[in-house]
């Protein structure tokens, strides 16, 4: 695919002369002859270079170059100045430009300094992803609850096995991708393996088989280089295809014939290719359904379910809400700057009787709206509302009326008791499991023994 220039200049014999020059080197040219027809084009599409002129009819390059990296921040920028103005070429880049050139510009000199900031500017792309791919590895809390406890120990076994399919079946916001990104931590021991994430969903139906398997030169219209796919990307390590249940009933068939064998072609290509990848595959999708449907091969599913997990929603196991609120506090709190942010006996309250239809994604929105918007050493978690009641039919009365089946108050009571009859609470939200209550209130349990009053 060529890549997109916008070559801003008023020069229109210049203009024409550089356009041809560029596209021959397998840019993609816009041009505009001012400020107003630039701004008009960043509005209708962003590219990746920007070859941008100083003196313009409509106003100064230099000055519209903070608009434009407010803007398209990614926007690589290479400014054109008069001859031997060095001073315009060093305001130029400390604005955020690339490169500058100085006129009469010779064209390969263009050319060349073209190509330079498109692969500055891609190189730094690849680098700060993979700082948002390190930063985003945070450290998976342990699961308490004895389903999720399941579910790790069944990705420890799995990651044994190197190429065996993986499908992670559950709700929206359970947590899929974390987990897929657990198996690839357990199983790349070294961290060099890559790990590829593609949202299915979000890959337009002519594009998905290039942005998979890759194309040969040539192979449609805008084909002008061979290019790989993600499927060669991620070899040697996992390929996690979330939403899998909307691929193309045709890309099925390939990605079939790819788990069976680890051998593929590209999109016009003849060569097999092969790949060591692991696919992990995920979706919130009833799949049998869309079998009965027709819209998803049977045998895709049973060839992604060699090993099939489901992945339990938060309000499921509930255990486990407070040990992965106290987690994703730490990493907000070191990410905005509050780190010695705790939660409060409220906010437990509140998470502890919340249902999460949003699951850990929406528990992490939570933590991360409050961490914004409340101030103060703990947090209360206002966003969920007021305090939660158990039974409004048993209400406290006076201190010593408090009820360990109800956590509602009419009157004013001493911390102690009200403290006591939460504890209470809790217990008896969990079934009377008190080693469980301990850890969902994050108390030791001598500490949690004494709160419920046994010591």
């Known amino acids: 695919m060529s890549l997109p220039v916008l070559l801003v200049d008023d020069d229109r014999a210049f203009s024409s002369i550089a356009a041809v020059a560029l596209q021959r080197e397998g840019f993609s040219l816009t041009v505009a002859h001012s400020l107003h027809e630039a701004r008009a084009s960043l509005a209708k599409a962003t590219p990746v270079l920007l070859v941008l002129d100083r003196r313009l009819p409509d106003g100064d390059g230099l000055t519209f170059l903070p608009e434009l990296k407010a803007?398209?921040?990614?926007?690589?920028?290479?400014?054109?100045?008069?001859?031997?103005?060095?001073?315009?070429?060093?305001?130029?880049?400390?604005?955020?430009?690339?490169?500058?050139?100085?006129?009469?510009?010779?064209?390969?000199?263009?050319?060349?300094?073209?190509?330079?900031?498109?692969?500055?500017?891609?190189?730094?792309?690849?680098?700060?992803?993979?700082?948002?791919?390190?930063?985003?590895?945070?450290?998976?809390?342990?699961?308490?609850?004895?389903?999720?406890?399941?579910?790790?120990?069944?990705?420890?076994?799995?990651?044994?096995?190197?190429?065996?399919?993986?499908?992670?079946?559950?709700?929206?916001?359970?947590?899929?991708?974390?987990?897929?990104?657990?198996l690839h931590a357990l199983a790349s021991k070294d961290g060099g393996a890559p790990?590829?994430?593609?949202?299915?969903?979000?890959?337009?139906?002519?594009?998905?088989?290039?942005?998979?398997?890759?194309?040969?030169?040539?192979?449609?219209?805008?084909?002008?280089?061979?290019?790989?796919?993600?499927?060669?990307?991620?070899?040697?390590?996992?390929?996690?295809?979330?939403?899998?249940?909307?691929?193309?009933?045709?890309?099925?068939?390939?990605?079939?014939?790819f788990l069976d064998s680890g051998r593929f072609r590209r999109l016009g290509g003849t060569t097999e290719q092969t790949s060591t990848a692991r696919i992990v595959a995920a979706t919130n999708r009833d799949l049998p359904k869309q079998m009965s449907g027709g819209n998803f091969r049977e045998d895709l599913?049973?060839?992604?379910?060699?090993?099939?997990?489901d992945i339990p929603p938060l309000r499921k196991r509930r255990e486990d809400i407070l040990p992965l609120a106290e987690g994703m506090l730490a990493d907000l709190g070191r990410e905005l700057g509050r780190r010695d942010v705790s939660l409060g006996m409220k906010a437990r309250a509140r998470l502890a009787a919340y249902a999460f239809p949003g699951n850990v994604r929406e528990l992490r929105n939570i933590l991360e709206?409050?961490?914004?918007?409340?101030?103060?050493?703990?947090?209360?978690?206002?966003?969920?509302?007021?305090?939660p009641s158990v039974s409004a039919a048993v209400k406290v009365e006076a201190p010593a009326a408090v009820a360990p089946g109800a956590f509602s108050v009419t009157e004013p009571v001493p911390m102690e008791d009200l403290e006591q009859a939460y504890v209470r609470w809790v217990l008896e939200r969990l079934g009377g499991r008190r080693m469980e209550a301990a850890k969902a209130l994050g108390l030791s349990y001598p500490t949690f023994l004494k709160r419920l009053g046994d010591t």
């Open 71 to 182: 803007h398209a921040p990614g926007v690589a920028v290479v400014m054109v100045t008069a001859h031997g103005d060095i001073a315009s070429a060093v305001d130029a880049v400390r604005a955020g430009a690339a490169d500058y050139l100085a006129k009469p510009v010779e064209l390969a000199d263009l050319v060349l300094r073209a190509r330079r900031a498109v692969d500055a500017s891609r190189l730094r792309d690849r680098l700060e992803a993979a700082e948002a791919e390190l930063s985003s590895r945070r450290r998976l809390v342990p699961p308490t609850s004895a389903a999720m406890q399941r579910v790790f120990a069944m990705l420890e076994r799995i990651a044994a096995s190197p190429r065996s399919p993986v499908l992670l079946l559950g709700e929206t916001g359970v947590g899929k991708e974390q987990l897929a990104r657990h």
């Open 195 to 257: 790990f590829v994430h593609i949202n299915c969903a979000a890959l337009p139906e002519q594009t998905v088989e290039s942005e998979l398997f890759g194309h040969e030169k040539g192979a449609f219209t805008d084909a002008r280089t061979a290019r790989r796919g993600l499927v060669e990307v991620a070899h040697g390590g996992v390929l996690f295809l979330d939403e899998v249940g909307e691929l193309p009933l045709p890309l099925q068939a390939k990605l079939l014939t």
């Open 301 to 309: 599913w049973f060839r992604l379910g060699v090993f099939r997990i």
């Open 369 to 387: 709206r409050a961490l914004v918007l409340e101030s103060g050493p703990e947090l209360e978690l206002e966003v969920l509302g007021g305090t």
